[in-house]
């Protein structure tokens, strides 16, 4: 499966986003989604992730409450919401998929990515 992340940007603290992954190659039904994000000399870190078919998520600590994590399989599609953005949410965001049943927080458990949309919030 091939994945492509967008929607990114520069927002101001406060502000919302919302970013889409498209799915190509074959049906996300089988696959659980995860969002995941890189700031500059970091490790790459869990945001959301979601489980066929979407019954379960997990989302970090830090953004819980203001970030939403949803998919539509019937469009191949996978979306973060992103509410009250701060400053230190700038990060470079990924799409990421694995064909599994249980739900998985380690991106080193994801074997598709897609490039990366970079989301920037300033003060």
């Known amino acids: 499966v091939q994945l492509q992340a967008s929607g990114g940007g520069l927002v101001q603290a406060g502000e919302s986003l919302r970013l889409s992954c498209t799915a190509s190659?074959?049906?996300?039904?089988?696959?659980?989604m995860g969002w995941f994000r890189q700031a500059p000399e970091k490790e790459r870190e869990l945001v959301a992730v979601?489980?066929?078919?979407?019954?379960?998520?997990e989302y970090a600590d830090d953004v819980k409450g203001r970030f939403t994590i949803s998919r539509d399989d019937a469009k191949n599609m996978v979306y973060l919401q992103m509410n009250s953005l701060k400053p230190e949410d700038t990060a470079v965001y990924y799409c990421?998929?694995?064909?599994?049943?249980?739900?998985?927080?380690?991106?080193?458990?994801?074997?598709?990515w897609g490039q990366g949309t970079l989301v920037t919030v300033s003060s």
């Open positions: 190659g074959r049906s996300i039904r089988q696959y659980i």
């Open positions: 990421a998929a694995r064909y599994n049943v249980v739900l998985l927080t380690d991106p080193t458990d994801y074997n598709y």
């Open positions: 979601i489980n066929r078919p979407g019954a379960r998520t």
